[in-house]
């Protein structure tokens, strides 16, 4: 019986780790942040014709000053805020970071024979990832 409550313990606390709710707004504006990332690159590549370095370009500044705001003011708002000149900075070494590793991860997998908009998904799943643990730990504590 012990181990038995021992085993639902830690299932309860693995889910409530998961279920984080800073992780779920994470998820949330991570999204958002995609719309706008992959609507500037739809709009500037497709539409406008313009070449896909540049637009690859668009679209991630455009997801990155959205990101910037939504994460400052919703998801990490509730953590102790040690300057907004400080916390940009740092900010913004976290997308020069993120913003280097896409242009040559999604260049790397067009040469592959992948097309821009798959490129750009896979380099979105790494991003985020890099993303979530540099903001929390490093960007916003």
């Known amino acids: 019986m ?40 739809y709009f500037s590549y497709t539409l406008v014709g313009i070449n896909s370095t540049l637009s690859v370009s668009i679209g991630f500044w455009g997801g990155a000053i959205f990101n910037f705001l939504m994460h400052r003011f919703y998801t990490f708002s509730e953590t102790k805020e ?12 976290l997308v020069l970071g993120s913003y280097f590793i896409t242009l040559y991860l999604i260049s790397l997998l067009i040469q ?26 490093f960007v916003f504590k």
Do not use: P, W
């Not at 592959?112 to 730990?137: D, E, H, P, R, T």
């Open 2 to 41: 012990l181990i038995k409550q021992v085993i639902i313990r830690k299932m309860i606390k693995l889910i409530l780790k998961i279920t984080d709710i800073q992780f779920i707004k994470y998820g949330i504006v991570g999204v958002l942040s995609a719309i706008v990332d992959y609507s500037l690159l």
């Open 82 to 93: 040690s300057g907004h000149t400080k916390t940009l900075v740092k900010y913004a070494l």
């Open 112 to 137: 592959y024979g992948l097309n821009i908009y798959l490129s750009k998904a896979i380099v979105l799943v790494l991003v985020y990832i890099y993303g979530f643990f540099i903001g929390k730990y």
